[in-house]
């Protein structure tokens, strides 16, 4: 059995070095409890399955999905980007989480199949995905001018 506390230490670690080699914005665990994201917010998915299955989730307003976005592409903050390429980046950063999250879970998960990501743009979204689901959320600072939360919701398969 996995313990929510080795997951949560996992997708940090896994966010943390996403965030580093990839978008090159510095990355923290938030020491404040930060109020719940409202607004126009996006909400990037991937789902997994094998001897554990769930999703791993991004959620953040656009503002911050935009600079990560800029940032992943080398791009200056004036530069604009169209809403699908802002849906593309988040996709991306949620498969390379969960790519690294797989790799450090590979000695205890052995079998785990992950989907393409999925991405949602609205107002008031949740993760949610079924009673008798774990859950660990993690809220990030990112380079101290936003936030997002990373969400891993899980149950280990029957099989």
């Known amino acids: 059995?996995?313990?929510?506390?080795?997951?949560?230490?996992?997708?940090?670690?896994?966010?943390?070095?996403?965030?580093?080699?990839?978008?090159?914005?510095?990355?923290?665990?938030?020491?404040?409890?930060?109020?719940?994201?409202?607004?126009?917010?996006?909400?990037?998915?991937?789902?997994?399955?094998?001897?554990?299955?769930?999703?791993?989730?991004?959620?953040c307003r656009l503002s911050c999905a935009k600079a990560v976005a800029q940032n992943m592409l080398g791009m200056d903050e004036s530069e604009e980007l169209d809403k699908a390429e802002i849906c593309d980046a988040i996709g991306e950063v949620a498969n390379m989480v969960m790519g690294s999250v797989k790799t450090r879970l590979q000695e205890t998960v052995a079998n785990l199949d992950v989907s393409v990501p999925t991405v949602i743009k609205g107002q008031k979204l949740d993760n949610n995905l079924s009673d008798g689901t774990n859950e660990v959320s993690i809220n990030l600072d990112i380079a101290d001018t936003h936030f997002a939360e990373f969400s891993l919701q899980y149950r280990e398969s029957g099989n």
């Open 1 to 59: 059995m996995i313990e929510q506390l080795c997951l949560n230490d996992t997708v940090l670690a896994a966010a943390e070095e996403v965030f580093s080699t990839m978008i090159f914005m510095e990355v923290k665990e938030s020491a404040e409890q930060q109020p719940s994201i409202e607004g126009d917010t996006i909400l990037g998915l991937i789902t997994f399955k094998g001897d554990l299955e769930g999703c791993l989730g991004i959620h």
